[in-house]
């Protein structure tokens, strides 16, 4: 016996049920197409867009702990992290979750704010930039997560939807129409081996072929 088919009676009122279910299944898999090519397209654009953001990323944390190195040649080890104990925070972040195609990731936002005094004796005048490169870094970082986590929910989601379109496309569609073309068969086959009883009955009660 075929493995796709459908264990189901054969039945007229099983044919016209599985007709009907086949077609919204060949409708679901349309859709499921639909949303798997639109999934791939946005996968491969976030893709590029990550890339890009990687490589800012690494840009702006060279650039601070190369200002970071001149600010310990300068100041110190121990003044540098007194100086750091007594600084503000230079960033507000929030996050919000965003929805694309129906995949929810988080949405960062970052705001930078004012760079305040350190007031202390004894630093030098590479530590401003070091914050504010830092601060830079730290803003890269944060897109980056953003992007990196929206690229992996995609993705996923993307891998999701070829599951299904496969297994609409290869298995569960296939076994309908496996099956109603089996039932149709059986249905026919039984309609003809009732057409045959009946010609056979006519000819036993019309021995005489029909003449007077």
Known sequence: MNPLLLKVPPTKNTLLNLKRQVRFLEDGHALLERKREL???LVYQR??????????????IRSAYHWMGISFLRM????????AL???????????????LGVEFPAINTRVLPLKPVGLLGTDASLDETRSQLTHAAVQLARLGEAEMALGRLMAEQRKAQKRVNALKYNIIPGYRHTIRYIESLLEEEERSVLFRIKLLRERGDPGGGSG
Do not use: C, F, N, V
């Open 47 to 60: 893709i590029d867009a990550y890339r890009a953001q990687r490589e800012l990323t690494h840009q702006a």
């Open 86 to 100: 007594g600084m503000a925070p230079s960033i507000e972040i929030d996050i919000i979750p965003k929805r694309s």
């Open 39 to 41: 999934l791939t397209r």
């Open 76 to 83: 110190g080890s121990r003044a540098l992290h007194q100086a």
